[in-house]
C-alpha cells in the first residue's frame, strides 16, 4: 500500500488506483485502500464514487485512525464539490474534531476556508508540564508511553546542553 501511496503522491492515478484496488481484498488494508481510491476519485472529479469509497474507509476504520481523519476530510470535499454543501461542513468539521493527523485537519480547514467556512471545531491541544520545558500534544489518546518517553528526554537534553554550556562559559 506504501507503493500506491507514493504513487498517488506523484499524481500517477492509475497505478494506483490498480494496485489500491487490488489490496482492498485483503481486509488488513481494506480500509486504508478504500480511503486511497476515494481520494483518487475526489482528485480526479468523480464525487459519487469517491463518496462511496470514502464512507466505506470509514465504517471499516474501527478505531477512528488517521484513515477515518483524511477519509472525513475528502468525504467533505467530495459533498461540497456535489452541491451539498452542508453535507461536506459537517464531514470536515469531523475531520477537524476527530484531530488524527496535522495535516489532515490543515487540509480540512484549508477546504472550508477556501469555500468561505469557518470551522466549529478546532483541533484539541493537550498541555504537559515538564520540570523545564512545556509540551504541547495533538491527541494524545494511546500514546501515553511515547508522551512519557519525549518528555522525559526532553528534560534529559534541557538539563544537558544547560550542564553543556555554564561549563563553556
Known amino acids: ?85 452542508e453535507k461536506g461542513v459537517s464531514e470536515l468539521n469531523k475531520a477537524i474534531a476527530l484531530n488524527k493527523t496535522a495535516n489532515s485537519v490543515k487540509y480540512a480547514q484549508s477546504i472550508l476556508r477556501s469555500n468561505g467556512i469557518h470551522s466549529s471545531e478546532e483541533p484539541k491541544w493537550v498541555t504537559i508540564e515538564g520540570e523545564h520545558i512545556m509540551y504541547k500534544f495533538q491527541d494524545t489518546a494511546g500514546w501515553g508511553y511515547h508522551v512519557k518517553f519525549f518528555k522525559s528526554d526532553g528534560e534529559h537534553r534541557y538539563k544537558h546542553f544547560s550542564q553543556t554550556r555554564r561549563s563553556s562559559v
Open 1 to 85: 500500500l506504501d507503493d500506491a501511496f507514493a504513487l498517488y503522491q506523484k499524481r500517477n492515478f492509475k497505478e494506483a488506483l490498480d494496485i489500491a484496488r487490488r489490496l482492498s481484498n485483503d481486509p488488513a488494508n481494506a480500509a486504508e485502500s478504500y480511503d486511497l481510491i476515494g481520494r483518487i476519485y475526489v482528485d480526479g472529479g468523480k464525487f459519487d464514487s469517491a463518496i462511496l469509497y470514502l464512507q466505506k474507509a470509514i465504517n471499516l476504520d474501527n478505531d477512528k485512525t488517521f484513515v477515518s481523519g483524511w477519509s472525513y476530510a475528502y468525504l467533505g470535499q467530495a459533498y461540497i464539490m456535489n452541491g451539498e454543501k
